[in-house]
């Protein structure tokens, strides 16, 4: 009876660190994507805001007739529209990417 004990003890805790090992492994791995694709959503967003921080700096000077031109051609409704846009394909794309994410974090092993 004692090495039936011992032999299932062993057995049961070699599993155990078998599967302890393969889900580090595959928590890790989830991790790693996820912190990597969220590194790199974040860099984009900052070239992002300093580039429009850029444009929007050397944009003062301009003339008063260019003004009175875009004035002309886009209409008052204008930024709140494009400004509604861009909020719902930046939700969208933000969706697409936290399932994606997920995804990887499920089927990585």
Do not use: E
Request: proline share 5%.
């Amino acid at each position: 009876m004692p090495l039936l004990g011992g032999l299932l003890v062993s057995l049961f805790s070699g599993f155990v660190a078998w599967l302890t090992q393969w889900v580090t492994r595959k928590v890790a791995f989830g991790l790693a994507a996820v912190a990597t694709s969220s590194a790199l959503t974040l860099g984009l967003f900052v070239l992002m805001r300093v580039t429009l921080g850029a444009v929007r700096a050397y944009s003062t000077g301009t003339p008063q007739m260019f003004a009175q031109g875009m004035g002309m051609v886009m209409p008052p409704a204008a930024a709140p529209c494009i400004s509604a846009y861009v909020t719902i394909w930046t939700a969208c794309t933000v969706y697409v990417w936290q399932r994606d994410q997920l995804r990887l974090f499920a089927t990585a092993g």
